[in-house]
Structure formats: C-alpha cells, structure tokens
C-alpha cells in the first residue's frame, strides 16, 4: 500500500508522561509553513516545549467566525456561533448530525436545545463589527503598558520578564540566511506569533532551533531569509523586523474595559494573520477566566476591525456586574484585565 502524497505526519509517543510527544511533520515547504503549523497545534491546545524547523468547537475542528451571546429575562442563554468547518463536511448530514450529538453528549442537561444550518445571506450583515467609537478604538489598538502605569504587582513582574527580550542579527555565522538569535520570556503561542511575524514580512525560515523552557525563558535561533532567496542586509528592514517581534512578544494581545453606556465592557484584540485567519482559543481563553472570576458575560460579539497597518479581531463582552466581583471599582476592574491576559499568556 503506497502514500498517496509527499504530506506524511508521524506521532511519536513519550515512554514517560513527563515527556514531550515528538511530532515530525514532512511535506512541501511554502513560505509561512512554521505559523501554518504552529496555529494548528494551538487549535488543539497544544503547547510547543522544543523544535527543529471554544474548546469543544476547537476539537471538533471548527473555526467561530462570529459569535452573539445573549442572556434572556428568565436566566437562560442563547448562544448563536458562525462556524467553518476546517474538514469542510458541514454541508453533509451526517456531519451536522455528528455534530449536534457530539455537543447535546458534552453540555448534558445545560443543553435545552441544539439546531445547525447553513448560515444564508443574512450573515453578510453580521459580518463586521459595529464600529468602536474613535476613543475606545485608538486606546485599544495603540496600548502600551508601562511599568509605571502596571496596576499590581504581578503585572509589574510580568513586564519585567517580558522586557527582558533580546534579539541579535547575524549575517556573517551563514553564506545564505541571516540568523536571528532570540532570547525571550515564554508565553502560550510564542512560536505562532515569532512565525506569524516572519510570514507577514514574507520571509522564509530554513531551519529554527527551539531550546526547552529554562526558569521561563527561551533561547531561538532562526535562519531566515527574504522570498527572493536573499539575506537581510538593509537596516531598515532589519529594524523593523525586529520591532515588530519585539512588539508580540511584548504584546500580543491588547485587553482593556471601558463604559458601554451603564455598562461594563471588556475588550480583547489580536493581530490577524496576513492569510486573514486569526489567533485559536482567544474565546475559549477569554470565558475561561470569566468563569474562574464567576463573572457573567450578557452578550458577547466577534469581528474584525482594520488600523492603518493591520487587520485585527476583536473581541467585545458586555458583562453583568457581580456581588462577588463588582467591576464598578478599579481595582476589581484591573484584576480582570490581569487575569484575562495571564490565562491568554498562559501564565
């Protein structure tokens, strides 16, 4: 029996479950390759400790494209998700029917009730977000925390880690690549945002060599090289290169609160890839430490808002205000955005 293509995937279970399990992957390479990868494992929750080269939405391997969440008058909830399906069989019955199983098996009696269709042309006027008000918009995209304006211990600490971030250029150690040397704080999804970066400055990476976490840091090295098959000599590009990776790292989500009218919204945004696929888990990630802080959310949204560089998705929760946690003092309100960025760190 042959292989029928040139993609062969081999899982390579530890002996010791404290071991890592080795995935070796071997297919045609393409620019982008690594961050393709990287999302993937993060679909499945999957965490990257070394390399050479809504939950059960996710494992059920589909994509929310937009979600509402609204709370009616006698407590219930209706969730209403977009989906793709990454086998691309929503179209079939048995899929759905699987589907449809799979979640009434998995929510048990907090499921009332479960319908799948396809979505016809009225998702086109659910596609984009409304409009952040400018204010709101320019204080989401453009945040920078200090250490000066970090409002807990914790969040001063994880600065200081995160700052730490070191990144050399090399062209003389390879006749044919740039080596970048990378040392930074580790956090959940670091490989995806290093290669999403390089796959959005159109860069190929011919080999990466990826240390095990050391006390919460990493050591990376990265031969790369421009599409054209070039070094990267030009200190502009380098430069800009470097800032950008030394902005994810630092970076790579942007959570604040603001008033929505009486109420209180939190809202999370992240760089969407260049391929316009966005970052896996943020929803799930998001709800975890809602529900770990028992905060309630009254209707949650999901869109994609364009700066002047970039496209990002946006995540939007109105939530109810709780007696256990009160968002109406900030010190409860700079907890939320703390824990919410930890859990999105992984930390």
């Known amino acids: 029996m042959g292989i029928p293509c040139d993609d062969i995937v081999l899982i390579q279970f530890p002996r010791d479950p404290s071991e890592p399990t080795i995935v070796t992957v071997n297919c045609p390479d393409k620019p982008g390759l690594g961050c393709d990868l990287c999302r993937t494992l993060l679909e499945f929750g999957l965490s990257i400790t070394r390399a050479d080269v809504t939950r059960i939405l996710s494992d059920l391997e589909f994509s929310i494209q937009r979600v509402k969440v609204m709370t009616t008058p006698d407590g219930r909830v209706m969730d ?23 979640l009434i098996a998995v929510l048990g009696n907090y499921c009332i009730s479960c319908e799948l269709q396809l979505a016809g042309s009225e998702y086109d006027s659910l596609k984009a977000l ?58 959940k999804g670091l490989f995806y945002d290093i290669l999403r970066t390089s796959k959005d400055f159109d860069f190929q990476i011919a080999y990466g060599r990826f240390s095990s976490s050391v006390k919460g840091y990493r050591n990376l090295d990265l031969f790369i090289r421009q599409a054209n098959g070039k070094k990267i000599v030009d200190p502009k590009h380098q430069n800009a290169l470097c800032s ?25 945004a992240n760089p969407v890839e260049s391929s316009g696929k966005g970052r896996p888990r943020v929803f799930y990630d998001v709800t975890l430490a809602l529900k770990m802080l028992r905060i309630c959310i009254f209707s949650a949204e999901i869109g994609r808002q364009s700066t002047s560089d970039r496209q990002w998705e946006v995540y939007r929760f109105l939530l109810d205000d709780s007696h256990e946690f009160p968002l109406t003092s900030n010190r409860a309100r700079d907890q939320l955005v703390d824990r919410v960025r930890r859990i999105l760190m992984g930390w």
């Open 80 to 102: 209403l998700f977009y989906i793709t399906d990454g086998m691309e069989l929503l179209h079939t019955k048995k899929r759905r029917d699987d589907t449809k199983e799979h």
């Open 130 to 187: 409304p409009s952040l008000p400018p204010a709101v918009a320019e204080e989401l995209f453009t945040y920078e925390l200090s250490s000066k304006d970090a409002s807990s211990k914790e969040l001063k600490s994880d600065l200081m880690t995160l700052k730490k971030a070191t990144i050399t250029v090399d062209n003389l150690l390879s006749p044919a690549h740039t080596l970048l040397q990378i040392q930074c704080a580790d956090h």
């Open 244 to 268: 950008r990776l030394k902005e994810e790292m630092l970076h790579p989500f942007r959570v604040i609160i603001v008033n929505r009218g009486p109420d209180t919204e939190l809202l999370v």
